[in-house]
């Protein structure tokens, strides 16, 4: 496929720049690049040339980043994560992938996959074989003995000591994965790890990280507790995932690094479990429903923080479980406007330019530019208004990726039809009298 050589006209115009909108604004697509993002009255006339396309005011944006994503999970349980086959992995990650693009989010980092999936994804996606986002591939959690992830199931790989982690890590490199996930505490319904509770010793830590970086790789941490998080940023871990905890000690420790880390809380997982919580059998007295209720409003505290000492947050839910649906990622838009307060412009500033700085360090996604990649949204509504409209498929009335333009990929086409709606109809046939 070619990418388009277009001017798309008429826009209400979100470069990611700023947290405002261009009324009448103008996109100038050459190929897989921008050539020209801003008032249409602005346009350069080297553009005069070319197809022009009204979108009758609709709003464009930058494409949204999916900064916490599993895209090999199959919307199942959130206790029965088991390993699937990875044949049945590998087909549910193909629909999840084309069902990300269609919603609006042209990259992912991912922050784990079972088996090898998603590094066979991402080569897929490359060579066009299927739609799906920009990714950056992840493999199975690495965990310590009686960490978050040391349970049945074969989602995660266990080590302990700085060598045997370090042999683990070369492993996923020789398997094409882009980024080394590490749990450095636990989670709060798991008595072997809980919240808080570090997992890794400094030396783990240190190894994991030097022995990634030094062959390109990246980092990516589950770090819920204030240790946890100022232990990833002591030993270099680029992208952390919750920080529900921080003190104001890591506040400062992240802050002399803000350019190079971000803190996605991927508060998908807490804000349905709580209010499924029922449906696992916890009542409103039980010591998960308190946990997690009070989880959520200490990452209310600790997002205001962040945003205060200009550390990036980009979005990204943990979704791909039965509470947190593959589809439903623009959830997390309302959950940064409802529960942190955020304006609509500064959250899809974090679903925009601080997800595509956490997805490309190299600085090519994120905003509408010169010089960066096409990756664009046209959305029939608007979100500075009101930030579910990014929840309804319907509105998002084309996906452009690298110049390449995707229209109806989150709609669920049943492959059974009636005839009449395949074949076109034809004049019944004569019908002959039998010979004499």
């Avoid at 088991?82 to 992995?89: L, Y």
């Avoid at 429903?289 to 990452?299: L, N, P, R, S, V």
Wanted: hydrophobic letters at 40%.
């Amino acid at each position: 496929m070619t990418a388009e050589k277009l001017v798309l006209t008429g826009a209400k115009l979100f470069t990611g720049t700023s947290e405002e909108a261009i009324e009448d604004g103008a996109v100038w697509v050459d190929g897989e690049m921008i050539r020209y993002a801003g008032p249409a009255g602005n346009l350069p006339k080297a553009a005069a040339d070319l197809p022009h396309y009204d979108v009758g005011g609709q709003f464009v944006m930058p494409g949204m980043t999916e900064s916490h994503s599993h895209l090999s999970f199959s919307d199942n349980s959130p206790f029965e994560l088991g390993q699937p086959t990875s044949e049945a992995a590998m087909m549910a990650s193909v629909r999840n992938a084309r069902m990300m693009l269609g919603a609006g989010f042209t990259s992912a980092i991912s922050f784990g996959s079972v088996h090898k999936v998603d590094v066979h994804l991402k080569a897929a996606i490359e060579a066009g074989k299927i739609p799906g986002p920009r990714l950056r591939p992840g493999g199975k959690d690495i965990g310590t003995t009686a960490s978050n992830v040391d349970s049945p199931g074969g989602l995660s790989m266990i080590a302990n000591g700085p060598w045997d982690l370090r042999t683990i890590v070369r492993k996923q490199r020789v398997d094409g994965v882009e980024i080394i996930k590490i749990f450095l505490d636990g989670e709060g319904f798991r008595s072997q790890s809980p919240a808080g509770e570090l997992s890794f010793t400094d030396e783990e830590v240190a190894a994991v990280v030097d022995e990634a970086h030094r062959h390109g790789q990246r980092v990516a941490c589950h770090s819920r507790g204030a240790d946890a998080v100022k232990q990833a940023v002591r030993h270099g871990v680029d992208l952390i995932g919750h920080g529900n905890y921080v003190d104001d000690e890591g506040i400062d420790m992240l802050k002399k690094v803000r350019d190079k880390v971000s803190v996605g809380p991927a508060i998908a997982w807490e804000v349905t479990f709580v209010e499924n919580m029922a449906s696992f059998g916890f009542g409103p007295d039980s010591d998960n429903y308190k946990h997690y209720t009070g989880e959520i409003e200490a990452t209310k505290i600790a997002m205001k923080k962040y945003q205060a000492a200009g550390i990036k947050t980009p979005i990204g839910g943990d979704y791909g479980i039965s509470i947190a649906p593959h589809g439903a990622y623009a959830k997390d838009l309302q959950y940064y406007v409802d529960l942190f307060g955020f304006t609509p412009g500064y959250a899809l500033l974090c679903a925009t330019a601080q997800g595509g700085a956490a997805a490309d360090p190299e600085g090519m996604i994120g905003t509408l530019e010169e010089g960066k990649y096409a990756d664009l949204v046209i959305v029939n509504g608007d979100p500075l208004a009101d930030i579910t409209v990014l929840q309804d498929h319907s509105k998002i009335t084309a996906v452009m990726k690298g110049g390449h333009l995707y229209q109806g990929l989150t709609v669920e086409e049943p492959f059974n039809r009636q005839v009449a709606d395949v074949l076109p109809a034809a004049a019944p046939a004569p019908v002959l009298e039998p010979a004499q």
